[in-house]
């Protein structure tokens, strides 16, 4: 019997600071992550429009359900600014039982 996905860990980047705390803030405020960390000093380097691109950016980590997953990646679409936004979804495997209810307290 296979375990049934529940807990997402999700990935987005944005150019700037201002854009990382508004997604940031409101993905708690609509209750579709439990808690977003916000990492600067991210390099990431691309390809973009046939050509290699580098671009600072900063790093959001989203703890999240994967009932919201749709929800969420809705929201981030809606609001980014690039034309294709990075959101990448992991699935949590395992966590301590107490942190993994809280994700659920959090998002429902």
Not at 60 to 87: G, M, W
Request: charged content about 25%; some cysteine; aromatic content about 10%.
């Amino acid at each position: 019997m296979t375990k049934q996905v529940k807990h997402l860990l999700v990935l987005t980047t944005s150019p700037e600071l201002v854009v990382a705390q508004k997604i940031a803030n409101e993905v708690v405020i609509k209750r579709l992550g439990a808690c977003v960390q916000v990492i600067s000093g991210v390099k990431s380097f691309f390809w973009w429009d046939k050509d290699i691109n580098m671009s600072e950016e900063f790093l959001l980590i989203i703890k999240t359900t994967a009932k919201c997953y749709s929800d969420l990646q809705n929201y981030i679409k809606d609001v980014h600014p690039y034309e294709v936004p990075e959101i990448i979804a992991f699935t949590i495997t395992d966590g301590s039982k107490e942190y993994l209810s809280w994700i659920n307290e959090n998002t429902e």
